[in-house]
């Protein structure tokens, strides 16, 4: 049998996203900028074995979060959903529904000749592999994520973008991004049962209060 290497993923010392300021649940806003400017700089990140770091809070994950939205006919802000497939890397989300595209930033995202950040080519990649976009978009970071009331949560840390697309043009591209497509806000605000918690987290967030519209 061929032994392959433990994928490594990115991460950030939990002591230092302490140090910024600790918070539960969501952050957006001016606030961000703040956590950013720590977080990303190259002399505060490691690539750790990811089997390590999904049972040691010591560490947060950084993962990219990439909601996608559009506008439909009747003006109401639309978001692409999906159900987690059992062959997608975290097994503690599988069967879940989602709204968010994304997930670890590897070691091999360093590999390549673009000068990019690692985390901004990490965010490239998985999205290149999840879903296929056939429309214009405005990218927009628009906060963080932090759940320490959940296993999965204490060893993550989500950075949560917002892509407006012009079109509902957004296409699953694996087989485990299933029963995939746009749903209102209003649709799935009025029924969070079965969603993944950061995904709960953000649709209240962003979308609960429609001025934030």
Not at 91 to 116: A, P, Q, Y
Not at 157 to 162: D, M, N, S
Request: aromatic residues 8%; charged residues 30%.
């Amino acid at each position: 049998m061929t032994n392959f290497p433990e994928e490594q993923v990115l991460v950030v010392p939990t002591a230092l996203f302490h140090s910024v300021g600790h918070f539960q649940g969501f952050l957006g806003g001016e606030a961000v900028e703040p956590y950013l400017d720590v977080l990303m700089r190259s002399e505060n990140l490691s690539f750790r074995p990811r089997s390590e770091v999904e049972i040691d809070p010591s560490f947060k994950q950084l993962i990219p979060y990439v909601l996608f939205c559009h506008k439909d006919a009747q003006g109401r802000t639309t978001v692409f959903e999906y159900v987690r497939g059992k062959g997608q890397g975290e097994g503690r989300l599988h069967k879940k529904r989602s709204v968010g595209i994304g997930g670890h930033i590897s070691s091999d995202d360093t590999s390549n000749e673009s000068d990019s950040h690692p985390f901004e080519e990490g965010m490239r990649r998985e999205l290149e592999e999840e879903v296929e976009v056939g429309a214009a978009y405005e990218k927009t970071c628009v906060g963080l994520i932090n759940d320490d009331e959940t296993e999965v949560g204490r060893v993550h840390l989500g950075v949560v973008f917002r892509f407006d697309v012009e079109t509902p043009d957004v296409r699953s591209n694996e087989p485990d991004i299933l029963e995939s497509g746009f749903r209102t806000v209003e649709n799935m605000l009025s029924d969070l049962e079965g969603f993944e918690t950061w995904s709960s987290i953000c649709l209240k967030a962003i979308f609960g209060d429609s001025t934030k519209e």
